[in-house]
């Protein structure tokens, strides 16, 4: 690996674990009312986009991190589809 592709891990991780608090915080409290569902569902699309460019150009980095932020943004968004009945 050389220092693009570790430069590229590094802000793919920082992306990924930016959900983690909030996540947590939903998690815990189970208040999603001040959370937009359009904004989780545009992201997580994009990550899936993302994904499918990491395949096409080979790009480990890429296809690493968008797939956990993807299984991330994925519980944010069922979160956000779940608590929204109460």
Same mark, same amino acid.
């Given at each position: 690996?050389? #220092?693009i592709?570790?430069?590229?891990?590094?802000? &793919? /991780?920082?992306v990924t674990i930016s959900v983690v608090p909030q996540i947590i915080k939903v998690w815990k409290t189970k208040k999603v009312k001040q959370i937009s569902?359009?904004?989780f569902s545009v992201?997580? #699309?994009g990550i899936?986009?993302?994904?499918?460019? &990491? /395949?096409?150009k080979n790009d480990f980095p890429i296809i690493i991190t968008n797939s956990i932020s993807l299984f991330?943004?994925?519980i944010m968004v069922y979160f956000l589809i779940y608590y929204e009945k109460d």
């Open positions: 690996m050389n #220092f592709d570790i430069l590229g891990l590094l802000a &793919g /991780i920082c569902l359009l904004t992201l997580t #699309f899936a986009m993302w994904i499918v460019y &990491g /395949i096409l991330l943004n994925l």
